[in-house]
Structures are given as structure tokens and as C-alpha cells.
Nanobody, 125 residues
Framework: QVQLVESGGGLVQPGASLGLSCTAS????????MAWYRQAPGNQRELVAR???????KYSDSVQGRFTISRDNAKNTEYLQMNTLKLEDKAVYYC???????????????????WGQGIQVTVSS
């Protein structure tokens, strides 16, 4: 079983930056694809960014060029650096992970196996 714990959310003004972290328990972190999702009120949960064990990354069009996903395998932690935040970035952000055995096609087509509890990011003037 993998437990994911997010940290770093909060309230910021438009144009500001904010960083999120997610620390995973369990083994084989370096082999796991990791991701950040978000869900705004009334909306479906959507993929924000994803990073594989080989550090291939994918971003949603809405955050491309503003957000950066990264990972530190020595710390079992993934990060999301969010720059130039917009009002529409306000949401609950979820850390997610796939099984260590998941291949790229699985990661690309199936939902993650593990989820964090979510952390609030509020962008408001």
C-alpha cells in the first residue's frame, strides 16, 4: 500500500507562485509514475501534470509553460512548482501514483492506483 501526503497549498494572489510537495510511503518510488490532478467546484478531476520514473513529463494545456513537475527519488517526493497563477487555477490539488509495475501505456490510459487526500490552492485578489 502506498500513502501519499501533500503539503504546500494556500492562498495567493493572481500572478504569484506556489509550490506543492507530495511524499510517498512504501517502496519502489523511483519506478512509479507520479502525477498531480486538480478538481475545482462543479468540475471533474483533471490531470495537471505527470512524470514517469524516467522523468518524462506531460502537462495539461492550461498549465503548460507555467507549472513544472519534478521528483526527488532519494526523498520519495514529487513536486509541483506553480508560477503565474491564475484565478482559474483555484482547486483542490491531488497527488497520485501508479503501481510500480505500470508501463507507460497503462499510465497514459488508466487512472492512478493511489491518491493523496488533496490540498487546497486558492488564487484570489
Amino acid at each position: 500500500q502506498v500513502q501519499l501526503v501533500e503539503s504546500g497549498g494556500g492562498l495567493v494572489q493572481p500572478g504569484a507562485s506556489l509550490g506543492l510537495s507530495c511524499t510517498a510511503s512504501g517502496s519502489n518510488f523511483r519506478r512509479r509514475a507520479m502525477a498531480w490532478y486538480r478538481q475545482a467546484p462543479g468540475n471533474q478531476r483533471e490531470l495537471v501534470a505527470r512524470i514517469t520514473g524516467d522523468r518524462y513529463t506531460k502537462y495539461s494545456d492550461s498549465v503548460q509553460g507555467r507549472f513544472t513537475i519534478s521528483r526527488d527519488n532519494a526523498k520519495n517526493t514529487e513536486y509541483l512548482q506553480m508560477n503565474t497563477l491564475k484565478l482559474e487555477d483555484k482547486a483542490v490539488y491531488y497527488c497520485a501514483a501508479w503501481a510500480a509495475t505500470a508501463i507507460l501505456s497503462t499510465v497514459a490510459s488508466q487512472a492512478p492506483n493511489y491518491w493523496g487526500q488533496g490540498i487546497q490552492v486558492t488564487v484570489s485578489s
